[in-house]
């Protein structure tokens, strides 16, 4: 996007869920860049002596910073670099041995995630929560020792292993691209090796009376809906304001129910559901729903056919949108960003307790492996990229492991005694 970079215009420019880069045309290299989250940094882009397209960033803000003073600090520094100076090398050097971890986080490595909008918040998030010890520490200073003696008392505060290792593993790519910019000679955590998890894996999953209850709490809701609908509008026309539109029993009211049977039907993930476009549905012949490699948490697209229900319910679904791109749209067409409240209440309507959206991922697997699928074929269903992931899944119900040794059992052959 290309403008004159205003108070007024970094003001009313929303964000949205990818980075938005502002080009000043008064002086040709300033930048304002919109993040995700609504921060607003300033910056330059400009070509090295090879021709390499960089982009360095002012270390500076709106609107703590004003528009005026961040275009005259880029314009000096585009100066200097018309003169054959370098800022980017000449940041790094000064910054090698002495750059903070959270500095490092919040600054030039941030900025580096937040070109993957779908995780870079959370990934933020989970880092500065789970290092904040480490908050002031120069990245030149944490080493394996350092790391392992924090890993050993995590162990010792009972955080399980498989949670202290994915903890772990958000920080070592932090280090591998400090490494590669020149900060650090080498990675730290090169000779930290993941905790072994000896802990059987926990799959939660829905019973069958669960689900009866699950799917009745479901119905319920849209009937309270419905009634509260035709109250209020009783209520309306009353006194005379234009009623709201009907909710027919023959229409879902809004984007639960149909998520829900699209999820326990696909084990498709929430990210994936949210941001699961029309273009990628197909409810003609042989119905099915396309996770494109972008959406997918491993990065490969996959296929997922779509049984009677999930077809019933996105047919259903679709009949009553609008022009949408996405299928199950937020406010003003954007992606839903919570279902908290929404799933909570439910849950607590069927009495159902410790299950996670993400568990109807769980129960679409467990019962593909109650109904005897190969673990391969959940596999791919699941988007896993290997077979170890599957087995996490592959958990049968103990009515179904007894009833399977229960097959085994023969008629006794009846014995007389001898005369």
């Given at each position: 996007m290309k403008a004159k970079i205003t108070r007024e215009l970094l003001r009313d420019t929303k964000p949205t869920t990818k980075t938005i880069d502002i080009m000043d045309t008064d002086v040709r290299g300033f930048l304002a860049r919109i993040t995700p989250s609504g921060a607003i940094n300033y910056g330059i882009r400009y070509s090295d002596r090879n021709g390499k397209q960089c982009r360095y960033s002012l270390g500076k803000t709106f609107p703590s910073t004003s528009v005026s003073?961040?275009?005259?600090?880029?314009?000096?520094?585009?100066?200097?670099?018309?003169?054959?100076?370098?800022?980017?090398?000449?940041?790094?050097?000064?910054?090698?041995?002495?750059?903070?971890?959270?500095?490092?986080?919040?600054?030039?490595?941030?900025?580096?995630?937040?070109?993957?909008?779908?995780?870079?918040?959370?990934?933020?998030?989970?880092?500065?929560?789970?290092?904040?010890?480490?908050?002031?520490?120069?990245?030149?200073?944490?080493?394996?020792?350092?790391?392992?003696?924090?890993?050993?008392?995590?162990?010792?505060?009972?955080?399980?292993?498989?949670?202290?290792?994915?903890?772990?593993?958000?920080?070592?790519?932090?280090?591998?691209?400090?490494?590669?910019?020149?900060?650090?000679?080498?990675?730290?955590?090169?000779?930290?090796?993941?905790?072994?998890?000896?802990?059987?894996?926990?799959?939660?999953?829905?019973?069958?009376?669960?689900?009866?209850?699950?799917?009745?709490?479901?119905?319920?809701?849209?009937?309270?809906?419905?009634?509260?609908?035709?109250?209020?509008?009783?209520?309306?026309?009353?006194?005379?304001?234009?009623?709201?539109?009907?909710?027919?029993?023959?229409?879902?009211?809004?984007?639960?129910?149909?998520?829900?049977?699209l999820s326990i039907n696909t084990g498709i993930r929430q990210g994936e559901l949210t941001s699961l476009t029309w273009d990628r549905?197909?409810?003609?012949?042989?119905?099915?729903?396309?996770?494109?490699?972008?959406?997918?948490?491993?990065?490969?697209?996959?296929?997922?056919?779509?049984?009677?229900?999930?077809?019933?319910?996105?047919?259903?679904?679709?009949s009553q949108q609008r022009d949408t791109a996405l299928v199950f749209p937020g406010r003003e067409g954007n992606p839903i960003t919570e279902v908290k409240t929404a799933w909570r209440n439910l849950l607590a309507d069927a009495e159902i307790v410790n299950f996670r959206w993400h568990d109807m991922r769980h129960h679409f697997a467990s019962r593909l492996v109650m109904a005897s699928v190969d673990l391969n074929t959940v596999r791919e269903l699941l988007g896993h990229g290997d077979l170890k992931m599957t087995l996490r899944y592959a958990h049968l119900a103990p009515e179904h492991k007894a009833a399977a040794v229960g097959k085994l059992v023969r008629p006794m052959t009846p014995t007389t005694d001898e005369a």
């Open positions: 003073d961040a275009r005259e600090e880029a314009r000096t520094l585009l100066g200097s670099i018309a003169q054959g100076n370098g800022p980017a090398a000449d940041k790094k050097a000064r910054q090698a041995g002495r750059l903070t971890l959270f500095q490092f986080i919040e600054g030039d490595y941030g900025d580096h995630l937040r070109h993957r909008p779908k995780t870079a918040d959370s990934t933020i998030e989970r880092l500065k929560k789970c290092f904040v010890k480490f908050k002031d520490t120069p990245l030149s200073d944490l080493d394996a020792k350092t790391i392992n003696s924090w890993r050993a008392a995590r162990t010792k505060a009972g955080i399980a292993p498989s949670t202290i290792n994915r903890d772990i593993g958000a920080l070592r790519p932090v280090f591998s691209r400090a490494v590669d910019w020149g900060l650090l000679p080498t990675n730290p955590l090169a000779p930290v090796k993941p905790l072994k998890n000896t802990a059987d894996p926990l799959v939660r999953y829905l019973t069958d009376d669960e689900e009866t209850r699950l799917r009745a709490a479901l119905i319920s809701r849209e009937e309270r809906d419905r009634v509260a609908r035709t109250k209020t509008n009783a209520w309306r026309i009353k006194r005379k304001i234009e009623p709201l539109p009907e909710l027919p029993h023959s229409h879902f009211v809004d984007y639960l129910h149909p998520a829900v049977l549905v197909k409810l003609d012949g042989d119905a099915s729903i396309f996770i494109s490699g972008n959406a997918a948490k491993s990065g490969k697209g996959r296929h997922i056919p779509l049984n009677a229900e999930a077809k019933a319910a996105l047919t259903q679904w679709k």
